[in-house]
């Protein structure tokens, strides 16, 4: 709702031509059929905001100094168009069945100090109005689930974030109690990726050989099981074209729907324009030397879960980013002889992929040993001294997409790289800090200052 009335692009079609947000394409900071039967946290609503496009400001009720600090608060968000208040609240303040409950405060009305619901789950309750004291009660309530007290977002566009065309943080890098959280499972890559990155230089390289080095290092790592997680992916549907070789491609199916071949056109473009960098000519070369493994290892970047042989008339599968449906459950489409060649597919190599790592993960070390207080993940370009290898990594590739004479590629860059900062603020620390601050500068060891 909030990411509509904000007029928010996903960045892809939702029906027709239209480009509006669906739950469907909320699959950020938590697996969807795990949001479906749990429901999610605060914590995990503001990482979905943001890495949605949003800008989000967080407040616990218990941080609430006086009601006529919220009330100023609802009447900002109810008196202009780019603001919009959503609420988490226990339902059972206000006598309805259920418990913890997101919904938005569309309107307020000053004599009566009551609030308008917006109720997300209108066929069980329509729009309602309660008093802005009820609010606060209900909202100033436990999280069962978290331990923590419920609050308030204010939601509003951040419109230096684009959204993404093709690619997007993987599923994996959701939380649930299988999988347990990636800070843990990416912690040894972190450092050893940044600690290659600090390391000086011996000699004077050229842009193909900081590449070669860093897709060695890349590949090392991942033979050593220090990257356990796909990092990527799409957001089309993708299967996995196997045939005899080990390596293969991807081939990822646009929209069918009505604009279908715009969308295609885009987005082979961006494909284009990608395999037009440098970084992905030095890739290519650098691969040439690669065992097929290797190259199938690159590949694996990127989310997919079904393999399809060259002899087989199938194309595309269902979902590329669902959460590991069982082979039983997983349907993928017979196609007719005509269109069995994917005319409008696009298919991605394991050079791509390569590429949108290098481009998108060596400009942040994401992970540090957060000391108290702070939060603030590591690796940015000013902490990199000179004559070191990710000093010339980061020039180099910072260069080479500013370079770009491209209509998507920077965009596409900058919007990845943007969700996955985001969701390793998620992974890495608590996004509200004590007292609603989320700089947490003032925290100390107060219980509100959890890392996870």
Same mark, same amino acid.
């Given at each position: 709702m909030a990411l509509n009335a904000l007029e928010i692009d996903p960045g892809?079609?939702?029906?027709?031509?239209?480009?509006? #947000?669906?739950?469907?394409?909320?699959?950020?900071?938590?697996?969807?059929?795990? &949001?479906?039967? $749990?429901?999610?946290?605060?914590? @995990?609503?503001?990482?979905?905001?943001?890495? =949605?496009? %949003? =800008? &989000?400001?967080?407040?616990?009720?218990?941080?609430?100094?006086?009601?006529?600090?919220?009330?100023?608060?609802?009447? *900002?968000?109810?008196?202009?168009?780019? %603001?919009?208040? +959503?609420?988490? #609240? *226990?339902?059972?303040?206000?006598? @309805?069945?259920?418990?913890?409950? !997101? *919904?938005?405060?569309a309107g307020y009305h000053k004599d009566r100090d009551l609030v308008l619901i917006l109720d997300t789950a209108r066929f069980k309750y329509p729009p309602h109005w309660i008093p802005l004291q009820t609010l606060w009660d209900a909202m100033n309530t436990v999280d069962k689930d978290t331990g923590k007290v419920r609050g308030y977002v204010l939601l509003s566009r951040?419109?230096?974030?684009?959204?993404?065309?093709?690619?997007?943080?993987?599923?994996?890098?959701?939380?649930?109690?299988?999988?347990? =959280?990636? !800070?843990?499972?990416?912690?040894? !890559?972190?450092?050893?990726?940044?600690?290659?990155?600090?390391?000086? %230089?011996?000699?004077q390289?050229?842009? &193909?050989? +900081?590449?070669?080095?860093?897709?060695?290092?890349?590949?090392?790592?991942?033979?050593?099981?220090?990257?356990p997680v796909?990092?990527?992916?799409? =957001?089309? @549907?993708?299967?996995?074209?196997?045939?005899?070789?080990?390596?293969?491609?991807?081939?990822?199916?646009?929209?069918d729907e009505k604009d279908g071949d715009t969308v295609s056109c885009i987005l082979h473009?961006?494909?284009?324009?990608l395999s037009s960098?440098?970084?992905?000519? #030095?890739?290519?070369?650098?691969?040439?030397?690669k065992l097929a493994e290797e190259k199938k290892m690159a590949l694996g970047l990127l989310q997919s879960d079904h393999t399809v042989h060259e002899t087989e008339m199938n194309c595309?599968?269902?979902s590329c980013c669902s959460s590991s449906p069982s082979v039983e459950k997983? $349907?993928?489409?017979?196609?007719?002889?005509?269109?069995?060649?994917?005319?409008n597919s696009l298919t991605i190599s394991p050079e791509h992929m390569m590429t949108l790592f290098l481009l998108v993960w060596p400009h942040k070390g994401l992970w540090e040993e957060v000391k108290e207080g702070q939060g603030r993940p590591f690796g940015t370009e000013a902490e990199i001294s000179r004559e070191t290898f990710g000093d010339v990594l980061v020039t180099f590739l910072s260069n080479d997409v500013q370079g770009s004479t491209g209509s998507y590629i920077a965009s596409e860059i900058k919007s990845v790289k943007y969700k996955l900062e985001e969701v390793m603020k998620y992974h890495g620390f608590s996004q509200i800090g004590c007292c609603g601050s989320t700089k947490q500068k003032t925290c100390g060891k107060s219980a509100c200052h959890t890392k996870q």
């Amino acid at each position: 709702m909030a990411l509509n009335a904000l007029e928010i692009d996903p960045g892809k079609i939702w029906k027709g031509s239209w480009r509006w #947000y669906h739950e469907d394409m909320l699959d950020c900071c938590t697996p969807l059929d795990v &949001a479906r039967v $749990k429901g999610i946290n605060m914590e @995990q609503f503001v990482c979905l905001a943001r890495c =949605n496009g %949003l =800008n &989000a400001r967080a407040r616990i009720a218990s941080a609430i100094l006086s009601l006529d600090e919220l009330r100023q608060d609802v009447l *900002s968000a109810c008196s202009q168009d780019d %603001l919009v208040f +959503i609420s988490s #609240y *226990s339902r059972k303040l206000l006598e @309805q069945t259920g418990d913890g409950h !997101f *919904s938005p405060v569309a309107g307020y009305h000053k004599d009566r100090d009551l609030v308008l619901i917006l109720d997300t789950a209108r066929f069980k309750y329509p729009p309602h109005w309660i008093p802005l004291q009820t609010l606060w009660d209900a909202m100033n309530t436990v999280d069962k689930d978290t331990g923590k007290v419920r609050g308030y977002v204010l939601l509003s566009r951040a419109d230096s974030h684009p959204s993404s065309l093709l690619f997007r943080p993987s599923c994996d890098f959701a939380v649930d109690s299988v999988q347990g =959280n990636v !800070f843990l499972r990416l912690k040894g !890559f972190s450092q050893e990726w940044f600690s290659w990155m600090k390391s000086p %230089l011996p000699k004077q390289v050229s842009g &193909a050989e +900081i590449v070669s080095e860093a897709v060695d290092r890349v590949l090392d790592l991942m033979k050593r099981g220090q990257i356990p997680v796909k990092m990527f992916c799409s =957001n089309l @549907q993708c299967t996995q074209w196997g045939g005899t070789n080990p390596s293969a491609s991807l081939k990822c199916c646009p929209s069918d729907e009505k604009d279908g071949d715009t969308v295609s056109c885009i987005l082979h473009k961006l494909l284009k324009e990608l395999s037009s960098l440098e970084t992905f000519q #030095y890739v290519e070369t650098s691969f040439t030397t690669k065992l097929a493994e290797e190259k199938k290892m690159a590949l694996g970047l990127l989310q997919s879960d079904h393999t399809v042989h060259e002899t087989e008339m199938n194309c595309c599968n269902d979902s590329c980013c669902s959460s590991s449906p069982s082979v039983e459950k997983r $349907k993928v489409a017979k196609l007719s002889p005509e269109l069995l060649k994917c005319s409008n597919s696009l298919t991605i190599s394991p050079e791509h992929m390569m590429t949108l790592f290098l481009l998108v993960w060596p400009h942040k070390g994401l992970w540090e040993e957060v000391k108290e207080g702070q939060g603030r993940p590591f690796g940015t370009e000013a902490e990199i001294s000179r004559e070191t290898f990710g000093d010339v990594l980061v020039t180099f590739l910072s260069n080479d997409v500013q370079g770009s004479t491209g209509s998507y590629i920077a965009s596409e860059i900058k919007s990845v790289k943007y969700k996955l900062e985001e969701v390793m603020k998620y992974h890495g620390f608590s996004q509200i800090g004590c007292c609603g601050s989320t700089k947490q500068k003032t925290c100390g060891k107060s219980a509100c200052h959890t890392k996870q």
